[in-house]
């Protein structure tokens, strides 16, 4: 495992997170969409560039494994879709939502670290 790889594959895939969020549930709340919704489509190249790189460097840095980047892409999304969820919607966290916001970090720490 390249571990400079993981970390930076991992840096790019939180800025995909946060572009996806922005599109999708930012759109809801500052209405965007109604406003803007050619500049949320052609925001979805960028992000989607965002992906193809950090997915790429995920399987190089995981020796060709295509899986880590899968497992590691969803947790991340689930532990960036909560801070943002908390910071823009002021949306409580339920214990269903902290029960599954772990499991999101143990799937991180599973991919990392067991060998």
């Not at 949320?40 to 989607?48: A, E, K, N, R, T």
């Not at 532990?79 to 908390?86: D, K, P």
């Not at 823009?88 to 499991?103: D, G, I, N, P, Y």
Request: hydrophobic share 55%; proline share 2%; aromatic share 16%.
């Amino acid at each position: 495992m390249s571990l400079v790889k993981v970390l930076v594959a991992t840096f790019i895939m939180i800025l995909g997170q946060i572009g996806s969020f922005m599109q999708l549930q930012g759109a809801i709340k500052y209405g965007w969409y109604e406003k803007y919704m050619w500049v949320i489509l052609l925001s979805s190249i960028p992000v989607s560039y965002l992906y193809i790189v950090a997915v790429r460097m995920y399987v190089d840095g995981f020796n060709g494994q295509i899986w880590p980047s899968r497992l590691i892409g969803f947790a991340l999304g689930i532990m960036v879709f909560t801070g943002m969820s908390i910071g823009l919607f002021k949306e409580h966290m339920t214990l269903k939502t902290v029960v599954c916001l772990s499991l999101s970090f143990l799937i991180v720490l599973i991919q990392l670290f067991w060998k």
